[in-house]
């Protein structure tokens, strides 16, 4: 009965509010704003904190706010496809840090977004940016999957510890076992990070994947080159087939 739950009350939400499709956001629950992190370096400075911890705070909370501007970006061309249907809605996994970047940025750009939060005793709370009645909660991680992914039309991969990696990694094995037949552009947004925690290119090197996996996706630090990526992979593959799928 959970599991059932699970399925028709978000499709419920998403019915009356006509969310067709979404662009999804993965990432970090635990990376900064500016303004957190900049607060975190002025108490370090008066003694109050880990001045090594406040100063990695600052360097990654270039994410959190590159998120906001790109949320707030795809959220704005939105806007301008269809007066009647939602369509390419900005979706997160609810919480903090990244999540809570890209729900901001989508309702500074004055639109809908959505926020599939899960049950966990720490970390994950629903932020203050969702839809409210968008903002969802799941007690299965399967079930918060298959809603990330039955609707995404673009994903987003921002960097992000374990949960980050498993929702990247099940994706592309998904697409690489043509269990989504879909079309999705897919961006992994930065670069320094991403070449330090993951080497994809040595998973070719040793013939565990092939080389045409290493282009299901792009890799990139320029929010203009992932905003064009993506708005130009919505509009070839996903403009006339509104809706979920796999």
């Not at 992190?37 to 990695?56: F, L, S």
């Not at 979706?91 to 940025?105: H, K, L, S, V, Y």
Request: hydrophobic share 35%.
């Amino acid at each position: 009965m959970r599991i059932l739950s699970e399925y028709y009350g978000p499709q419920t939400r998403f019915d009356k509010l006509n969310v067709d499709d979404t662009i999804v956001f993965f990432g970090s629950a635990r990376i900064k704003s500016r303004e957190e992190a900049e607060a975190m370096v002025a108490a370090a400075e008066r003694g109050e904190g880990d001045p090594e911890r406040a100063r990695k705070a600052l360097s990654m909370s270039r994410y959190y706010e590159e998120t906001r501007e790109l949320a707030k970006r795809f959220t704005e061309w939105s806007k301008t496809l269809d007066e009647k249907e939602r369509r390419f809605v900005v979706c997160t996994g609810g919480g903090p840090g990244i999540m809570e970047a890209a729900n901001r940025g989508a309702s500074e750009g004055r639109g809908v977004n959505v926020g599939l939060n899960i049950s966990l005793p720490f970390e994950q709370s629903g932020n203050p940016y969702i839809t409210r009645e968008l903002s969802l909660e799941f007690h299965y991680f399967f079930m918060r999957k298959f809603w990330f992914i039955y609707l995404a039309k673009a994903v987003l991969v921002m960097p992000g510890g374990f949960g980050t990696l498993d929702e990247f990694c099940e994706l592309l094995t998904l697409i690489q076992t043509h269990k989504i037949k879909k079309k999705m552009p897919i961006v992994l947004y930065g670069k320094d990070y991403w070449s330090k925690v993951v080497n994809f290119e040595a998973l070719c090197e040793f013939g565990t994947i092939s080389k045409e996996d290493l282009d299901l996706y792009i890799v990139t630090d320029s929010m203009d080159e992932a905003f064009d990526y993506v708005t130009r992979g919505l509009m070839e593959y996903s403009l006339d087939q509104p809706g979920p799928s796999l």
